[in-house]
């Protein structure tokens, strides 16, 4: 057996980090690790779901002694009601991402800081929507498109437009169970509405609610903010990349986006990328201009621009630890507060830049539309001057870096596909050669890998230990978010991380020349991967809910994800859960959760805290649904 | 839907037990110590020698490595025990074949081919690696009709795709009269599924001849066989479950199985097709494996491809014979000035061939006048000595010999095909300006059949004939300012590096210094690239740092050094596809050399097969070396170790070839007249003893040398 080399082990990402902590613990700086353990015991009420401050007559908490609050809500009603305000928040999050992209979009001109670089994206989607596009300026359209767009936020009747891309099964079920959602906002307002007090105390529609707020997502607002997304900044093709911290240069300005819209990363790239900057910061003793980035933005950015990734959630902090960073820029989600206390034992400069995201302590440059460019400039030339401020003796750079390629979108994983059809007997532009090479038996499955970081369980070990195995079974797995980062450094989007694989994986990846995990983006693009399965299963001639494809979040922690796992069963698709959903006070909702959800829409959750565990009930859950079909 | 696992598992259990059966069988009938060798080969049984590295002497050897294989048929839906059963299946079928081998070497008595030589597979090294092979298919079953069979046959055969036959596609290609056999690249392999053994063999041979693939080394033996055999199969309905087994071999290995049975079939992209339209196979087949023909379009009423290059013309059905030992014949290639040539301009001097009778001898001429920017007189005799290549491609013609003696035959159905003298014109226009169009510029073929006219003319080319010669004896790896290497066989061995220089041709024979040069400057990033010769190491025994340092980055830093005239000091490496291994025979203190060609033994009791398998794959091996048949009369052939004096035995054939310039060579060395003479041959002997008891009788100049260890 040929030995295969420069991978980075989990182990090899743990020194690392036990290095930056070492530094941290020089400077007295406190890291989530130490929060981590001043927040134990963590309490076990909240962890439950079961304590209740809907109201100000409580709290109430739950016990075999007070079975319910003083309203008389049970155990059932609080969790539930909490599981869907935690979906709400998510949908609200994400959707609300979707929409500042769609006033990006109505703001888009020819000769301003945001153009249309994707047209046939938009003149697609036009069609979609029945736009006017013939002799009409491009502005024209986009500016109606992302009107309606905008319309779906707030539109007094009706369901949400995008539902109409899903099967025909998906669209007659949700129709008939009364989960198809109407506008993006009214259905974050409902949830609210339903779970304040004296309102919804039966589980179950408190849980058909949060599958409907969660459609309200990935169906809506998130798709809305993929779609528009890549007619702004391109649709995302395959290309290279490197992750991990050991992207940060050690002679080069380091400037870190941080976050979630891409709206403002692209601008300071664009920035960063003139010859007026790059001079100036080589008046300055540097070499260049690095720009990296963490979490979503980094996932945005590296898709369109090759941008290297320094990591994902958990790594924040690391990435300021290695006192290389003139300045991280974050926009809104998932950043940490307490950057804000870090930087101030570096010389890293903390800026923030959305009124979505304000924290004490960083410096505050509220993102315009209009001045966009102007702005990202300016940071820019605050990071080069903070370059000389760098304490050069107390940098540490971690070495370990892994190339990665990137960037598949449905559109560029048809194109692969294309590669392998034969002309003389089938036509290109469909998901056949992926079902033939499932049927076949040759891949068992797919499993779509997202999902957070979670200090619960130890960070990275269950993404990459669980993709490594499915890899070992045949099964593909399309990556996103945190779980697509955690991939990235350790190697598995590497194209020659198919060495690591099954043979009939390995046999798919060289025939079609990816790697074995498909990195589809940020975390707002898990909508990319509904239709993705969608698409699959109509060009099966199957619902979604027969496929054996399957989600999965290991390590999830965002009210976000909450969101995703519920469109995600909503769609048929079910979905491994590496940490309980804060319900467990509830066996009703528990029950809701794994199996009453599979009366609804076919699917549900399957919830295990050991990823060996989760990962070998994935293989079983995915042969048993090649098994019904007959494959 | 039967599962298309399901279905590998059925079938490779078949083939186990059929295995089985014919295993016991066997051995109750010779018993377990029963000698068991295939024949010509020094890689044994080359299918468990490359899964599981078993040396099989006996009838008792297979049976262990038999019990071995079993293990291979593992039935769990994954795709990697899936491979393994298919390759198992090859080891059991190898194993139904053996046995009859065991039996005696020729148990298909020339009804089929069955197990394929060494020599065989080491003859498809250059043609592969020039792509005038651009692949293999086998063809498994019956063809719904036998037109259908020989169509199909014939398309791949005029793109040059080798054809392995299995099965009753082989009587259907017998009805129609299908001329078969390894010259004409349709080789029909045997009646049974199993026989298949024998082309998955031929594979594996091909991998450690020319790749160097070490037996047992999965790894290595997988990606050579994806990466560069180039073949395929097309099964016909119906493909039984025995069949399909074997297709997860073929398809572990990278080779598509195209099929028009649906039934129970699933498509697996560019794995398994399809095509129910079998008219479709040749081109979905060549798609679904890559393979791109090389087209060249050429204006003539038979067909042209490298696959009839080793057709024969046999007398009764020939209708016009060229013959240079009665008449003047002639062949030339010469430069004329851009403005004198007419291009594409074919004229014939003299009758054509409908004015001479059926099977008429008579003279011939050719005259190709090149003209280019680029143009040099040293490329003319490299045009020319592919005249033979380009001419043998046609249907229905043989061409042999060179410069003023030919031998040409055009059949009686090329020339009932329209097929007449111009043709001739036509494919040494179109191939001379598709090969060296970088050079080329114009060109204008003559043709003469006029007695008197080829009279002046053949002593106007016999001029230039002396005058080539001439410049080629002044051609000296002192005189040249550089040398070249050639990585043409990189493709197929990929750490073999070949220095090419005036004394030394390529060791396949097909590469001259001239060629190489020609082919630098045809193309100046392909396969020939100038080496310098500027920094001497000793010039003696020939090693230069620019050479060393040549090799070393051709070789991807396999190769640090390498003696040009020595065969014992990092000699140069092989891949596979020499003319010619030469070996050090230890009593006589000289070296024993055989040809591919020669089937028999030698005095150091290894055949050409096992001789060859000793070098080749680009490694070292001093004492043995792979070389052209023109090194043995040069003044460099082992120089370090005293030169062609030391050559103790050759097969007669490859002494009768060499030997003018060998005589030459050792008159002028060591003033030792007829030297050819004093070298042994089969006809005296292939045993060590009776070789130095001749060596002593002539008074060989090797018994005097210097030991060689």
Sequence with gaps: ??????????????????????????????????????????????????????????????????????????????????????????????????????????????????????????LALAAEWGVETVDRDIYDVAHEVADIGLMEYGKPFGTLKFLERATEERQKLWAAEGIAPRAIDREVATSLHMTN??????????????????????????????????????????????????????????????????????????????????????????????????????????????????????????????????????DVQCIFPALSRLADCFHTKFVTTSPICRIPGSIYVEFKTETAFEQARGLVEMAIDNYENRKRDKVFIPTHTQDAVVGYPCDQIIRELDGVTNSHLEDRGSYRPAIDAIRSGV?????????????????????????????????????????????????????????????????????????????????????????????????????????????CAPEWMSEKAVAIANYVVATGIDTYLGIEPQVKGSTQMMELITEGTRKITGAGYIINKDPHALVESIIAGIEKKRGLLGI | MKKLFDRVFDGADEMFALAQKTIDETIAELGESAPLAMPNTAYGLAVYSAYLAKNINTLGDLKAAFEEAKAW????????????????????????????????????????????????????????????????????????????????????????????LLGEVIEQARRKELNMGFPVRVVAVGPDIWQVAHIISFVYRAAMIFGAVQPGDRWEFDDYTFYRIHAFVNAFDPVSDIVVACGAGAIAMGFPVITDDEKDMWRVPKSILIQKDTANFIETSLEARDIKIKITNIDIPVAFSTAFEGEIVRKKDMRIDVDGSKFETFELVRTAELHEIEDHCIELIGPDFDTFEAGSSIGFGMIAEVGGKNMQSDFEPVFERNFHNFLNCVEGVMHTGQRDVL??????????????????????????????????????????????????????????????????????????????????????????????????????????????????????????????????????????????????????????????????????????????????????????????????????????????????????????????????????????????????????????????????????????????????????????????AYLAEQAHPALEMEPLI
């Excluded at chain 1, 090899?12 to 690790?33: F, Q, S, Y």
């Excluded at chain 1, 949060?210 to 702004?232: H, Q, Y």
């Excluded at chain 2, 329209?418 to 001379?432: D, Q, S, W």
């Excluded at chain 2, 300006?433 to 060109?443: G, L, P, Q, T």
């Design chain 1, 1 to 122: 057996m040929r030995e295969i080399k420069g991978f980075t082990t989990i182990e090899e990402m743990e020194a690392d980090a036990a290095r930056l902590k070492e530094i941290a613990c020089e400077l007295c700086a406190e890291t989530w690790e130490d929060r981590k353990t001043s927040q134990q015991p963590q309490c076990k009420f909240g962890e439950e779901g079961i304590c209740c401050r809907i109201c100000s007559m409580g709290p109430c908490r739950v016990t075999p002694k007070a079975p319910r609050g003083i309203c008389g809500a049970d155990a059932h009603a609080i969790a539930g009601r909490h599981y869907l305000r935690m979906a709400a928040a998510g949908s609200a999050a994400h959707s609300d991402h979707g929409r500042e992209i769609a006033h990006v979009l109505h703001k888009a001109s020819r000769d301003g800081s945001y153009q249309v670089k994707d047209e046939g994206r938009l």
């Design chain 1, 197 to 330: 007090m004296g309102n919804t105390s039966d589980a179950e529609v408190l849980v058909r609610q949060s599958l409907r707020v969660g459609m309200a997502d990935g169906w809506g607002g998130s798709m809305m903010g993929t779609e528009f997304t890549d007619i702004l900044f391109g649709t995302p093709t395959a290309r290279t990349t490197q992750g991990n911290l050991g992207v940060l240069e050690a002679d080069q300005v380091n400037i870190i986006v941080h976050g979630h819209d891409p709206a403002f990363s692209e601008m300071v790239v664009v920035a960063a990328e003139t010859k007026e900057m790059i001079d100036y910061a080589k008046s300055k003793g540097a070499a260049g201009i690095n720009i990296a980035g963490l979490c979503c933005t980094a996932n945005e950015a590296t898709m369109r621009h090759g941008v290297r990734m320094a990591g994902n959630f958990l790594q924040q902090e690391n990435a300021m630890l290695t006192g290389a960073v003139e300045m991280i820029c974050v």
């Design chain 1, 443 to 551: 891949l068992r499955g797919a499993v779509a890998m997202v999902g957070c970081n979670n200090p619960k369980v130890r960070p990275d070990y269950s993404h990459i230990q669980i993709m490594k195995e499915l890899m070992e079974n045949d099964i593909l797995v399309v990556a996103s978010g945190c779980a697509a980062q955690a991939a990235t450094k350790a190697g598995l989007l590497r194209l020659d991380a198919k060495e690591l694989c099954g043979d009939g994986l390995k046999r798919v990846c060289t025939l079609v020349g990816i790697p074995p995990v498909l990195h589809m983006g940020a975390c707002v693009d898990i909508s990319r991967m509904m239709l993705l399965v969608t698409g699959i299963a109509k060009d099966w001639g199957v619902d979604v809910t027969r496929l054996p494809i399957v989600g």
């Design chain 2, 73 to 164: 048929n593992r039935h769990d839906p994954r795709l990697k025990h899936v491979f393994s059963t298919g390759m198992g299946t090859f080891m059991a079928a190898e194993t139904i074949e053996a046995c009859k081998y065991a039996k005696g070497p020729d148990p298909y008595k020339g009804e089929y081919h069955g197990h394929l030589t060494d020599a065989e597979v080491r003859e498809l090294g250059v043609p592969l690696v020039t792509d005038d092979i651009p692949g293999f298919v086998v063809i498994h079953g019956a063809a719904p009709s036998d037109e259908e069979a020989i169509e199909l046959i014939k398309g791949y055969q005029t793109r040059g795709i080798f054809v392995f």
């Design chain 2, 407 to 692: 031998r040409i035959r055009v059949s009686s159905a090329a020339y009932d095909a329209g097929f007449r003298a111009k043709h001739f014109g036509e494919v040494l226009y179109a191939k001379i300006m598709s090969e060296y169009d970088a050079v080329v510029d114009k060109c204008q073929v003559t043709i003469i059949t006029d007695p008197d006219v080829l009279k002046k003319e053949r002593a106007d080319a016999k001029k230039l004939y002396d005058k080539r010669d001439e410049r080629l004896g002044s051609l000296t790896d002192e005189s040249v300012e550089v040398f070249y290497n050639c990585i043409l066989c990189q493709s197929f061995s990929p750490s073999h590096v070949c220095i090419v220089t005036p004394e030394r041709l390529g060791l396949c024979g097909a590469v001259s210094w001239l060629d190489a040069k020609a082919t630098n400057q045809l193309d100046p990033n392909g396969p020939c690239q100038v080496v310098t010769k500027e920094r001497v190491i000793d010039e003696n025994i020939g090693i230069w740092e620019d050479v060393n340092e040549c090799v070393f980055k051709s070789s991807h830093g396999s190769l640090e050094q390498v003696t040009l005239y020595s065969i014992m000091n990092d000699p140069m490496t092989s891949c596979g596809c020499f003319e010619c291994i030469c070996g050090i025979e230890p009593f006589s203190n000289g070296v024993v050399i055989v040809n591919r060609e020669h089937q028999g033994m030698t005095p150091l009791g290894m055949s050409f097969a096992e001789m060859a398998s000793m070098t080749g794959g680009g490694v070292q091996t001093p004492g043995f070396m792979g070389h052209g048949k023109q090194f043995i009369s040069s003044r460099k052939f082992m120089k370090a170790e005293g030169g062609p004096a030391r050559i103790v035995w050759m097969p007669k054939a490859l002494k009768d070839l060499v030997r003018p310039k060998l005589d030459r060579t050792a008159q002028d060395l060591y003033g030792i007249e007829g030297f050819t003479d004093k070298i042994a041959d089969e006809s005296v002997t292939d045993e060590a003893e009776a070789l130095l």
